[in-house]
């Protein structure tokens, strides 16, 4: 559970990107409670309750320009075996946006656009205790708990985060500016005009954006501080995993300090990311023999585990956006805020 933390404002920093824009203030503490009343509504019941077909598209890259249906698909989604490609071809489950269906020998075209049908299904039951730690006019700063998927991928279409804020911001439709894991809890970004998010997500490429974590790992570190700079492979492998690749991985750094070594053989440990890949906190600390404590993926003696995303009622990850500060894209005040603490890091 992630609950409401703390928020203060301090001088402009250099280097923000700050519009000539107005921008209200802080809404008051009852009007976020009543904005998490509506989101206590739109999740009871949670809308992926009600069976539903879904249907995704797939969007034809240059690269896979004249090459068959079945072969783009495994060479675009690795992380999909070639047995289940082959059976949700068969099973007749891709189609043009006119309906006909696109055999997994049809020869698909660069910028064509196919259709994947997922049956009737109930998606899993997700956690809902978010938490509004601070809104304005421009953007919304969120507690999300765990498990809870940011947007929709696998299983998951309407139990996410954006979906389920959507529904209860409705007619203004709010999106994240970064992304946790769905089994990671903590402080997420979200802007409700696409302007806000440009600007923000330029102060995250510029690396005015400043991000913590709290993490409990397996064994105890040989140094206090210490750091992986570890290549991370651009392309998911098995399960959306990512993993270390040092000829062709992309350039990454996540700085990590010992906050406590407890007697049952973990550590508590505070990580400053200083680039953003997929599971970067999570791979680099598996990569150095300390697996986080309740990951399901990324386990002990660099093996993988079979499952991405945590039931509901599993034991944690136990990974936690703790500190978030950047400027506000339109007043230019540098933010910043602190989540409370989850149990196991108390």
Not at 25 to 38: G, K
Not at 111 to 129: H, K, N, S, W, Y
């Amino acid at each position: 559970m992630c609950g409401v933390g703390t928020v203060s404002l301090a001088s402009v920093r250099s280097g923000c990107c700050v519009a000539a824009v107005s921008v209200d203030l802080p809404f008051s503490s009852e009007r976020l409670a009543a904005r998490e009343q509506a989101i206590r509504r739109v999740s009871h019941p949670l809308p992926g309750s009600v069976p539903l077909e879904n249907r995704r598209p797939v969007n034809v890259r240059a690269v896979h320009d004249r090459w068959r249906l079945f072969d783009m698909l495994i060479d675009r989604f690795p992380q999909v075996s070639r047995a289940e490609w082959q059976a949700r071809c068969d099973a007749g489950r891709f189609v043009h946006s006119a309906g006909d269906v696109r055999g997994k020998d049809d020869r698909v075209r660069a910028g064509e656009q196919v259709l994947q049908i997922f049956p009737l299904e109930v998606e899993p039951r997700v956690a809902t205790d978010i938490r509004i730690l601070y809104e304005d006019a421009a953007l919304i700063v969120v507690g999300k708990p765990a498990p809870l998927p940011m947007h929709p991928s696998g299983r998951f279409r309407r139990n996410t985060l954006q979906h389920l804020l959507n529904l209860a911001y409705a007619p203004v439709t709010v999106r994240p500016v970064h992304r946790l894991d769905a089994n990671t809890t903590g402080l997420v970004l979200l802007g409700k005009t696409r302007e806000c998010c440009r600007l923000m997500q330029r102060q995250w490429m510029v690396g005015a954006v400043e991000k913590a974590y709290l993490v409990r790992v397996a064994g105890h570190p040989v140094d206090d501080v210490f750091f992986s700079d570890a290549r991370i492979s651009a392309r998911p492998s098995v399960l959306g995993t990512t993993f270390i690749d040092e000829a062709g991985g992309r350039v990454s750094r996540t700085d990590f300090q010992v906050v406590e070594r407890r007697d049952d053989g973990t550590s508590l440990l505070e990580a400053r990311l200083g680039t953003g890949r997929t599971n970067q906190i999570r791979v680099h600390l598996w990569d150095l023999g300390h697996p986080v404590v309740g990951d399901p993926a990324y386990l002990a003696e660099r093996l993988l585990g079979d499952t991405q995303t945590l039931d509901v009622d599993a034991p944690p990850l136990q990974l936690h956006a703790w500190s978030l500060a950047f400027c506000h894209p339109f007043s230019g005040e540098r933010l910043h805020f602190t989540a409370v603490r989850p149990s196991w890091a108390s």
